[in-house]
């Protein structure tokens, strides 16, 4: 009997404790994808459009392409939840700004170039985020098709390109 009340109250625990560990799946990010994601929520935050303060909810899909010497391309597709503060509040603590479920995620893409670390403005970033309920497949095409632009390469040197002399 007391396995049993010692085993419930740790599975009631346990529950309590995972949405405060979502909350704060982004300090779990790499530092190059909380860039992107600050990237994204800084265009939030200017947007006049935009009512509510949002914070990191996960990651829906990461794409990564190494080009070497420390150049990556980056597609970091991920949902933003609303929260209860103010648009413009700096907090992103999960027990200041708590997430709110009443409005609908947002739902971002970024595809961008780093260069050590660091996001490169050439070619300029692109970041695309809706609320979740107006995203159309159309959209999702255009953020695949600019991911794959900005990873296309055109080859290298081929065999009837060299002058024989």
Known sequence: MAAELLLLLLVCAGGLLLPAEAQDS???LPTVDKAGVDLALEQ???NSGVRHHFRFLKS????ERDEGFGVRFLYHHFHLRPTRCA???AASDSRICPFRNDRPLMDCAICY???DEQIETTPEPYVHCI???RLTEEMTTTRMNHWKKMTYKTGGATIMALSTG
Do not use: A
């Open 26 to 28: 982004y300090d779990q």
């Open 44 to 46: 939030l935050l200017t």
């Open 60 to 63: 829906v899909e990461k794409k």
């Open 87 to 89: 648009k413009g509040t």
């Open 113 to 115: 170039k780093t260069m």
């Open 131 to 133: 609320q979740r309920p």
